[in-house]
């Protein structure tokens, strides 16, 4: 089992940043490629970006290419990313999880353990 906790959403102004956390415990968090994934009210969830289990190649939507950066630091069994010039668009709660099988980032079936997410605001 892998425990996950997000951190960092808030009520931030267009143009502006944040910073989500998400915490992992349990089972070996550094051996599991990992995603952010974003629900907004009315609409299903999707991916945001994925990082693989070394932090060495990242994925990242068409959507927040250029803006958004994820990291991740193993030996504090964190993931982060970094929202830089949100849009109200990006508007939604956002939740992290573990990739557990292989195929496309884009898969919500292919990652287990989902944290209970955190809500990012964007006001116009």
């Known amino acids: 089992q892998v425990q996950l906790v997000e951190s960092g959403g808030g009520l931030v102004q267009a143009g502006g940043s944040l910073r989500l956390s998400c915490v992992a415990s349990?089972?070996?968090?550094?051996?599991?490629?990992m995603g952010w994934f974003r629900q907004a009210p009315g609409k299903e969830r999707e991916f945001v970006v994925g990082i693989s289990w070394d932090g060495g190649n990242t994925f990242s939507a068409d959507s927040v290419k250029g803006r958004f950066t994820i990291a991740r630091d193993n030996a504090k069994n964190t993931v982060y990313l970094q929202m830089n010039s949100l849009k109200p668009e990006d508007t939604a709660v956002y939740y992290c999880?573990?990739?557990?099988?292989?195929?496309?980032?884009?898969?919500?079936?292919?990652?287990?353990?989902w944290g209970q997410g955190t809500q990012v605001t964007v006001s116009s």
């Open positions: 999880a573990v990739k557990t099988r292989n195929g496309s980032w884009y898969r919500a079936t292919l990652y287990d353990y």
């Open positions: 349990g089972r070996t968090f550094s051996s599991y490629a």
